[in-house]
């Protein structure tokens, strides 16, 4: 069993706010202590997993069934749950509720005609179908290799991707959607999509800076003014991710570590600066994760990070 499964007991809310419970000191410096030691405990772990299991502790979990009828064979029920969280159709209803407001917000950019709009909704729903397909693929060869424990534990490093893709946007960068889109557009509407679409995405990413900086306020306890200043500091210094998910609080702290020191400095007090350094030391090597799985900003983004200039938005938008 991996141990950092059992390392702490952080629940996540819908926003990826930590809901931390932990013993009071009586002392202040005793209650800071004791807070960023759990809330370093949670971002460790975190880092790698979020609120997933690895593994080891998956397939330890599937092989009960499997041993009592004197049988080393996991259930393929388990392909769905690993995939989909158990539960495939709200995934579905996800994906269409997510293309229409995508298709909503593109005709917002200037009245779309009809058979632009039908463009879009075409290509919404081979992304979704190519979802599916893989799906499926990975489905099979499932299938063939559930009787050998060892394959099945490499089998779950090699659908991280695809547990990501069912979590996520799969109409954003590189997508039928996405593409469909820069060739349907005209350059005014392309300028206005760019501008209401960067405010759309700045305005979710705001909400995950405040839920990390509550997170953190946990251990640190900020002032009122530094609360909003951290806020502002991190909208203007750092970008959204490449797409929204269940990391985006990774993306932000991993962001924050990069900030430089001098600016934090004028905002936090000594002994804050240094729990928020251990903080920063536990998270890191959460780089290559966040790489290899495509959720760091673009580096188009991070150059415009706090200009919200939309013409060098839909200038970016253009040439992905």
């Not at 629940?11 to 932990?22: I, N, Q, T, Y």
């Not at 997993?49 to 599937?62: K, M, N, R, S, T």
């Not at 210094?237 to 990069?258: A, C, E, I, K, M």
Request: charged content about 30%; hydrophobic content about 40%.
């Amino acid at each position: 069993m991996n141990h950092r499964r059992k390392i702490h007991d952080a629940r996540l809310d819908d926003d990826g706010v930590a809901r931390e419970e932990f013993r009071w000191n009586r002392s202040a410096s005793g209650r800071r202590l004791i807070r960023v030691g759990c809330l370093a405990l949670f971002i460790l772990s975190g880092a790698v997993a979020a609120e997933e299991q690895d593994g080891d502790d998956l397939v330890e979990e599937a092989l009960p069934q499997a041993r009592e009828v004197g049988q080393v064979v996991i259930d393929e029920q388990n392909f769905d749950q690993w995939v989909y969280r158990g539960d495939a159709e709200a995934t579905r209803r996800r994906f269409e509720a997510l293309l229409r407001s995508r298709v909503d917000a593109a005709a917002q950019a200037g009245n779309l005609t009809e058979g632009q709009k039908e463009k879009l909704e075409l290509a919404g729903r081979g992304d979704m179908r190519r979802f599916h397909e893989r799906v499926e693929v990975l489905r099979l060869r499932f299938k063939s290799i559930r009787h050998d424990i060892n394959a099945v534990q490499a089998f779950l490093q090699e659908i991280q991707p695809l547990q990501l893709a069912a979590n996520g946007d799969p109409f954003g960068q590189g997508s039928l959607y996405a593409r469909t889109l820069r060739r349907t557009l005209t350059a005014d509407q392309a300028a206005e999509y760019a501008r209401l679409d960067l405010e759309r995405r700045r305005f979710r990413y705001q909400a995950r800076i405040e839920s990390v900086v509550a997170m953190l306020d946990n251990g640190l306890a900020f002032r009122d003014e530094q609360r909003q200043t951290i806020v502002t500091l991190l909208l203007e210094n750092t970008s959204p991710p490449r797409q929204f998910g269940q990391y985006d609080q990774y993306v932000v702290l991993y962001q924050l570590q990069r900030i430089p020191d001098g600016k934090l400095e004028k905002i936090l007090d000594p002994d804050q600066r240094q729990l928020l350094q251990r903080v920063m030391d536990r998270f890191q090597g959460i780089e290559p994760f966040l790489q290899q799985n495509g959720l760091l900003p673009d580096p188009a983004d991070e150059e415009q990070a706090g200009t919200g200039d939309p013409r060098a938005a839909a200038e970016n938008a253009r040439k992905r």
